[in-house]
T-cell receptor
Framework: GIQVEQSPPDLILQEGANSTLRCNFSDSVNNLQWFHQNPWGQLINLFYIPSGTKQNGRLSATTVATERYSLLYISSSQTTDSGVYFC??????????FGAGTTVTVRA | ETGVTQSPTHLIKTRGQQVTLRCSSQSGHNTVSWYQQALGQGPQFIFQYYREEENGRGNFPPRFSGLQFPNYSSELNVNALELDDSALYLC?????????????FGSGTRLTVV
């Protein structure tokens, strides 16, 4: 499977701040997803975004497939945005490979 | 539309025992995959089932095995449990192998081996 590198590993934000999370892939991907893991362990699908840009409320994501990276933007962060964010992808083997995650803490 | 459901939510087993975890896929999904997530790490791919056949496997020993049933639900079986098997086990389902729409995950089963 592909190797996935996420940065930064940890992020502390003041409520209302904006932030950018990055994901680099070792090879091209034809499936790329961003997830938010809640405190109970469930992975909540944020975006399916193998290429291009998508927005959902205060969250948006951009994938530049030719350069093998994806960005997740959080705007006007809220305390409920806290948690671990994962990106994951696969190319031709259908084995979804995850990064180590970015732990986001939003302080009131 | 129901999502992915897993059972049980928590489980405590003794080293050497066997365990079976269950997963019901989301309606309309024919592919199920299983992941192991150790504390503080990202999920690791165990294997995937498509139309009742295993069609991909990660770096896990043969004591990790699985099944997919005609209704696309699935089981993960682990024999001869070891302390390092303690983890969150996640099930994910998709249609068409995750292409076009991606994977939907369940809430997981937290397994503790003592």
């Amino acid at each position: 499977g592909i190797q996935v590198e996420q940065s930064p590993p940890d992020l502390i934000l003041q409520e209302g701040a904006n932030s950018t999370l990055r994901c680099n892939f070792s090879d091209s991907v034809n499936n790329l997803q961003w997830f938010h893991q809640n405190p109970w362990g469930q992975l909540i699908n944020l975006f399916y975004i193998p290429s291009g840009t998508k927005q959902n409320g205060r969250l948006s994501a951009t994938t530049v497939a030719t350069e093998r990276y994806s960005l997740l933007y959080i705007s006007s962060s809220q305390t409920t945005d806290s948690g671990v964010y994962f990106c994951a992808g696969f190319n031709n083997d259908y084995k979804l490979s995850f990064g180590a995650g970015t732990t986001v803490t939003v302080r009131a | 539309e129901t999502g992915v459901t897993q059972s049980p939510t928590h489980l405590i087993k003794t080293r050497g025992q066997q365990v079976t975890l269950r997963c019901s896929s989301q309606s309309g999904h024919n592919t199920v995959s299983w992941y192991q997530q150790a504390l503080g790490q990202g999920p690791q791919f165990i294997f995937q089932y498509y139309r009742e056949e295993e069609n991909g496997r990660g770096n896990f020993p043969p004591r990790f095995s699985g099944l997919q049933f005609p209704n696309y639900s699935s089981e993960l079986n682990v024999n001869a449990l070891e302390l390092d098997d303690s983890a969150l086990y996640l099930c994910a389902s998709s249609s068409a192998g995750g292409v076009n729409y991606g994977y939907t995950f369940g809430s997981g089963t937290r397994l503790t081996v003592v």
